[in-house]
């Protein structure tokens, strides 16, 4: 079983930046994809993005390319999700997310419980 824990969130100004970051812990492993998701207030969870255990491999979606930049650090376990040029659509709670091989997430293996971002114009 795969433990993550995400920090991070908070309270920012639209054209802030902000850096989230999940640590995982138990039994990772060498093709685990890591990555992160938001909900909106009464929206669907989306995905944001993935990186794969070596870091060199990075999925992003569409929307979120150009303003967030995903990295990880491997010595400490942990993934980052830099924000920046934050505007009020991106207030949600994010999750990190893991799972196996899959760089779209489709389908994780574990989630965080999330930390919330709330942006005020």
């Known amino acids: 079983q795969v433990l993550l824990v995400e920090s991070g969130g908070g309270l920012v100004l639209a054209g802030d930046s902000l850096r989230l970051s999940c640590t995982a812990s138990g039994r990772t492993s060498s093709n685990y994809v890591m990555g992160w998701f938001r909900q909106a207030p009464g929206k669907e969870r989306e995905f944001v993005a993935a990186i794969n255990w070596s870091g060199y491999s990075t999925y992003y979606a569409a929307s979120m390319r150009g303003r967030f930049t995903i990295s990880r650090d491997n010595a400490k376990n942990t993934i980052y999700l830099h924000l920046n040029r934050l505007n009020t659509e991106d207030t949600a709670v994010y999750y990190c997310?893991?799972?196996?091989?899959?760089?779209?997430?489709?389908?994780?293996?574990?989630w965080g419980q999330g930390t919330l971002v709330t942006v005020s114009s």
């Open positions: 997310a893991a799972g196996s091989s899959d760089l779209r997430l489709r389908n994780p293996d574990a």
